[in-house]
């Protein structure tokens, strides 16, 4: 029940913020792109105003340091902040809102004009160059004038560039600012994220519940009907089996009595098997099952259960090889792992072909974590014989399904063992899986023991 609760909550959260976080994505990406787009926008007006100025301007003669001088103060681009306001004037004419606001924060000092001699001589420069450095300048001019191309980015800043007859010309913007905005931007979208994700999962909870319900009472029903009936029918099913014995006792051996007497046993059996899948579902639902929990010797539960088969291998004439190490501790119930050892080597005896071989081993596994070593036991059941179809590993464990017809037949077999095997492996927080190949079908039963470490 709760894996059912478990994976509807998990399915809507997960799905609610895969669309939230596409929709944030897709606002962050356009509001990027047109940040860069009014800057490049930007550059280019105060490029164009730049060069008017420098090319209409009859005077405009910078023989020497005091023309340059005097150029400095009477051009556009070269006044420093003041220039940038009487800019800012012209451009509220033809320039929208947004565009607007942006001139009036680059107006502080983000945009620098570079004017050089067709020779690369730096003539003059104005706006945030003034404030840096002689080698960071020369580094950005010296990118510029090699970079063969008209415009570009360098070190998070944009530039444009232009050659004339008898100088050159930049326009440099820095975008750091701007940069920060969208940086502040992209952390406020992942912090709502978070926030979303918070009440997703409180609204992904109650949905999940409220879907959950109904197939939840539905299938305690039908495990209540299960266990109900078996009951019932353990009864009458004792009841006749007794008659049966007492009618043999009377009359003697008698086929038709053997008859009844095996198919009641099998009934029986299934019954029994029912009433253990009940108690095992009921079970895995009480999360107080885990305070039953001790430490215990594995190998000495694993050879308690592996030595009695050792005489019916023998019979059968198998060979059986028992490779269990000495005092290996384990975590959890040790009456459900012998349980589930049990029902893994009797179906290894079942499915053995002739003079074939079955194996039960037990070996440590360390798996290396970042804060921790996870510590785990392998126990290992193998048998020779036909492998089970690569179709039908996935639902082997499934209650009431039998493998391949190819496989050597059991008509004491309701397919309910190995599905009793593995709800006893994970009430034991373990897990249960297996391979088939042409040499063996192995079983393996894999044991965490963090929990050790935390509890002993």
């Known amino acids: 029940m709760k894996k059912l609760r478990r994976n509807i909550f998990w399915s809507i959260e997960l799905s609610a913020l895969s669309v939230l976080f596409l929709i944030l994505l897709i606002f962050n990406l356009f509001k ?23 090319l209409f301007d009859q005077s405009f003669k910078p023989d020497n340091k ?29 320039r929208n809102k947004d565009t607007t606001e942006i001139i009036n924060n680059l107006v502080s000092g983000e945009i620098a004009l570079i004017r050089l001699s067709s020779d690369n001589t730096v003539l003059n420069y104005s706006g945030f160059l003034e404030d840096t450095s002689e080698n960071d300048r020369s580094a950005l001019i010296h990118y510029i004038t090699e970079n063969n191309s008209d415009r570009g980015r360098y070190h998070g800043m944009k530039f444009l560039y232009k050659k004339y007859d008898t100088f050159q010309l930049a326009a440099v913007l820095d975008s750091a600012y701007i940069n920060m905005d969208i940086i502040l931007l992209f952390i406020s979208s992942f912090i709502g994220l978070i926030a979303a994700g918070i009440l997703f999962a409180f609204i992904a909870k109650k949905i999940s519940i409220k879907i959950a319900q109904p197939v939840e009472e539905t299938l305690m029903v039908q495990k209540q009907f299960i266990a109900d009936a078996s009951h019932e ?72 259960t592996a030595l009695p088969f050792e005489s019916v291998a023998f019979e059968m004439g198998l060979t059986y090889l028992v490779e269990i190490p000495n005092d290996i501790t384990a975590y959890g119930i ?31 596994n360390i798996q290396k974590k970042k804060l921790r070593d996870i510590r785990q036991i ?38 309910l063992g190995l599905s009793i095997a593995k709800s006893l492996v994970e009430k034991n927080n373990g897990k249960i899986t297996v391979e088939s190949d042409a040499e063996f079908t192995v079983f393996s039963i894999i044991l965490d023991t963090v929990q050790s470490a935390n509890n002993i």
């Open 378 to 415: 392998i126990i290992q059941i193998k048998n020779t014989g036909t492998p089970i179809p690569p179709d039908a590993l996935p639902q082997i464990f499934n209650r009431f399904y039998k493998a391949d017809s190819s496989r050597k037949y059991n008509e004491n077999s309701f397919g």
């Open 32 to 54: 990027y792109f047109q940040y860069d787009q009014k800057e490049w926008q930007m550059l280019s007006s105060i490029m164009d105003s730049a060069e008017e100025s420098l």
């Open 233 to 304: 029918l353990k009864t009458p099913i004792s009841v006749i089996l007794a008659n049966i014995s007492v009618l043999e006792k009377e009359f003697g051996d008698n086929r038709f009595m053997n008859y009844l007497k095996e198919e009641g046993k099998r009934m029986a059996d299934l019954i029994n098997s029912l009433l253990v899948l009940s108690r095992l579902d009921y079970e895995m639902e009480e999360t107080s099952a885990k305070t039953k929990f001790i430490s215990f010797n594995l190998s000495d539960v694993l050879l308690e």
């Open 334 to 364: 040790p009456e459900d792992i012998k349980q589930a050892a049990g029902i893994l080597l009797d179906n290894a005896l079942k499915y053995t072909n002739d003079h074939g071989t079955v194996i039960i081993n037990v070996k440590e």
């Open 66 to 94: 005091s023309d340059s001088d005097d150029f400095k103060q009477n051009h556009i681009f070269l006044s420093g902040k003041k220039t940038f306001s009487d800019f800012e004037k012209k451009e509220k004419h033809k």
